[in-house]
């Protein structure tokens, strides 16, 4: 059974920084590309981020780029989104979700839709 696990939210002022941490099991973890969504109240699931399996190339979201770097730890099982200078804006749950592909569009949750998920970390930005 696949399983995922984000850890590393919490309560953070504007301007602040945060590390999420998302630990995979259940399954060959290297196969597998692993993307980072987020849903604030009221609004849309919206993609953030992802690494691809094959290369480690990664994937942001405009709302993000420049100040979230996301990378992988295959030995670890880990994947991690290091958030810098979070607005509050940024505030929302965050998910992590493995599939097999990471490219633009996978962070287009219209077009695209991860198959597993993990249970989401709070983060909230106070200005």
């Known amino acids: 059974e696949v399983q995922l696990v984000e850890s590393g939210g919490g309560l953070v002022q504007a301007g602040g920084s945060l590390r999420l941490s998302c630990v995979g099991s259940g399954f060959y973890f290297d196969d597998y590309a692993i993307g980072w969504f987020r849903q604030a109240p009221g609004k849309e699931r919206e993609g953030v981020s992802c690494v691809s399996s094959a290369d480690g190339k990664t994937h942001y979201a405009d709302s993000v780029r420049g100040r979230f770097t996301m990378s992988r730890d295959n030995a670890k099982n880990t994947v991690y989104l290091q958030m810098n200078s979070l607005k509050p804006e940024d505030t929302a749950v965050y998910y992590c979700?493995?599939?097999?592909?990471?490219?633009?569009?996978?962070?287009?949750?219209?077009?695209?839709?991860?198959?597993?998920w993990g249970p989401g970390t709070q983060v909230t930005v106070s200005s």
């Open positions: 979700a493995a599939d097999s592909f990471c490219f633009p569009g996978a962070l287009d949750t219209t077009l695209y839709e991860y198959n597993h």
